[in-house]
C-alpha cells in the first residue's frame, strides 16, 4: 500500500500544470493533500471525484481560496472525521484537519499553520499545536495505531535545514514551535522519514519560490509522516520526491506492507 502526502499550494493551479495527474498515474491507494484552496464544487470532475477513489474534503469555513485538505482513498474507510477540538467550545474552522479510519490504523491529513504575519497567528500555531497533540493522546488512549501526514510548518532539526542557522528566530525555526514536534516523540510518534535515514542531509520537501532556491536545493524538511510503534513495522520505506513539480512543496511517500 502507498500512501503520498502533499501540500499542491493550490489544487486547481496544480492540476492545470499537470501534477495532479502524476498523482493519479501513481495510482497510490491513499493520497492526502494539504493547501487545496478550493471547496469541492470549485473543482472539475476529476479532481473531485478520480475514477477509483472516493475522495474526502475538508474547506475553510470562514473564506475560499484558503487552507484545505483533502483525501482520497482507494480503500473503504470505516471511519471518518473532518475537524477536532481545539478547546471545549471551539473546532477547527480553517479547514485543516481531515481523520480516515481503516480496520488497522487512523490516518490524520493536517495542515498546520504557518505563524507568520501578526503576532496573534503565531499564537494560533500554538494552540493548535496542543489542541491536536491532546487529540493524538486521546487516540493513542484507544489503543490505535496512528499515522499522521501533512505540511507541519515547523523545521523539526537543524538536519532538516539548508541554513538552520541564518534561519534562527525566524517562523518555522523558533524553539516553542519546534519543541511541539519533540512532543511527538514525547507520546509515542515516530518520524518515519529520520527513523529510515536518520543521518541524510539536504533531504528537504519546501524551497522558496521567488529566490528560486529550489534550483540549488536550498529548503526545509517540513512535511512528512509520523506515526505510532506499532505501524512502523509495517512501513517498508519513505520517499521524498523531489523531482516533481507542480508546488513550492514536493510529494513524500510511504510503503505499507498488506
Not at 42 to 70: C, T
Not at 104 to 129: S, W
Request: neutral net charge; glycine residues 6%; contains cysteine.
Amino acid at each position: 500500500m502507498k500512501i503520498i502526502c502533499w501540500n499542491v499550494n493550490g489544487i486547481r493551479a496544480n492540476y492545470k500544470k499537470g501534477a495532479f495527474q502524476w498523482l493519479i498515474g501513481e495510482s497510490p491507494e491513499i493520497i492526502c493533500l494539504q493547501e487545496t484552496k478550493a471547496h469541492p464544487d470549485q473543482l472539475p470532475d476529476e479532481v473531485r471525484s478520480p475514477i477509483g477513489y472516493k475522495s474526502f474534503f475538508d474547506h475553510s469555513k470562514l473564506k475560499k481560496g484558503y487552507s484545505g485538505v483533502a483525501i482520497y482513498s482507494k480503500k473503504e474507510p470505516v471511519g471518518l472525521k473532518d475537524s477536532f477540538d481545539l478547546d471545549k467550545d471551539n473546532t477547527d474552522q480553517e479547514g485543516r484537519f481531515f481523520q480516515i479510519e481503516y480496520k488497522d490504523f487512523v490516518l490524520i491529513n493536517c495542515y498546520f499553520p504557518n505563524g507568520g504575519g501578526a503576532k496573534e497567528r503565531l499564537e494560533y500555531k500554538l494552540y493548535f499545536y496542543d489542541a491536536f497533540i491532546r487529540h493524538l493522546q486521546a487516540l493513542i488512549k484507544d489503543k490505535k495505531e496512528v499515522i499522521v501526514c501533512g505540511d507541519f510548518n515547523i523545521v523539526h532539526k537543524d538536519i532538516d535545514a539548508k541554513r538552520s542557522k541564518e534561519n534562527a528566530g525566524s517562523i518555522g525555526f523558533l524553539p516553542e514551535e519546534r519543541q511541539k514536534l519533540d512532543s511527538f516523540i514525547d507520546i509515542g510518534l515516530i518520524d518515519v522519514f529520520r527513523h529510515f535515514n536518520p543521518e541524510k542531509e539536504d533531504a528537504y520537501t519546501w524551497w522558496d519560490m521567488k529566490s528560486y532556491a529550489r534550483d540549488r536545493n536550498i529548503g526545509w524538511r517540513i512535511d512528512t509522516f509520523f506515526c505510532t510503534k506499532g505501524i512502523l513495522k509495517s512501513i517498508k520505506d519513505i520517499n521524498i520526491h523531489s523531482d516533481v513539480y507542480g508546488s513550492d512543496h514536493c510529494p513524500v511517500s510511504i510503503e505499507i506492507s498488506k
